[in-house]
């Protein structure tokens, strides 16, 4: 069976950080996979989703960067944080079928 | 633009009782899949419910149902014999196929938080 998972789970940084949060996923091949933040009191914004190896595709311009290394890995970073990246970051992968599957997310937040 | 909207930012309801919470979407797309996601508080997305635009018949999951209207572009969710385990944050969302990318592209709601009251 598919698995996903992310880390940390949870992380408090300074601003003006770097940051890097990490999404693996078991059990499958070529999956597409996206990053999402979650504000409080909003809904999911997709950040950044990726159909392969290196091919990255953003949604909303920020100072966060994605990249996929490997086809299962898929990462998010900044390299300089700010108060508004704070929230919860959630990983997710499809492949054949049309539903999302979500990792635990990681809680992140900027003092 | 497609858009997803959830007018009710909270609600509560007895436990056993029936209770429904609306969604409704904008798209101009004829080919998407609608989906109800819970998020507990342990933070989890947890996939509740599909329903496939072409699809006349409503879906139904257990004690979850949906009332889906494509005409008027509406998507609700019935929980029936609501259960203390079913309080929790719930999203509708709407996949759509995203330009040529081969991907799709989902979009969704700011939630209902649903408590279910003893």
């Known amino acids: 069976s598919q698995t996903i998972h992310q880390w940390p789970a949870t992380l408090v940084q300074p601003v003006g950080s ?10 499958t091949s070529n999956p597409n996979l996206y990053w999402y933040r979650q504000a409080a009191g909003r809904g999911l914004q997709l950040l950044f989703y990726s159909v392969g190896i290196g091919q ?40 054949d079928s049309y539903e999302q599957y979500f990792g635990p997310g990681t809680r992140l937040t900027v003092t | ?27 101009s797309e004829s080919n998407y899949y609608l989906f109800w ?21 409503n879906a139904t999951e257990n004690r979850f149902s949906v009332n889906f209207q494509k005409a008027a572009k509406s998507f609700s969710l019935k929980i029936s014999d609501s259960q203390l385990g079913d309080t929790a944050m719930y999203f509708c969302a709407f996949m759509a196929p995203w330009g040529t990318s081969g991907t799709y592209k989902y979009i969704f709601g700011t939630g209902t938080r649903l408590k279910v009251l003893a």
């Open chain 1, 18 to 27: 770097p940051l890097s949060l990490e999404c693996t996923v078991e059990g």
């Open chain 2, 37 to 57: 996601y819970k998020q507990p508080p342990s933070r989890q997305m947890i996939l509740v419910i599909r329903q496939e635009a072409y699809k006349q018949q």
């Open chain 2, 1 to 27: 633009a497609q858009t997803v909207t959830q007018s009710q930012p909270e609600m509560s309801v007895q436990e056993a009782e029936t209770v429904t919470l609306s969604c409704t979407y904008d798209t």
């Open chain 1, 56 to 95: 990255i595709s953003s949604e909303v311009p920020q100072n966060l960067s994605a990249s996929r290394p490997q086809d299962r890995q898929f990462i998010l970073s900044s390299k300089k944080l700010l108060l508004s990246d704070s929230g919860f970051y959630l990983c997710a992968w499809r492949r």
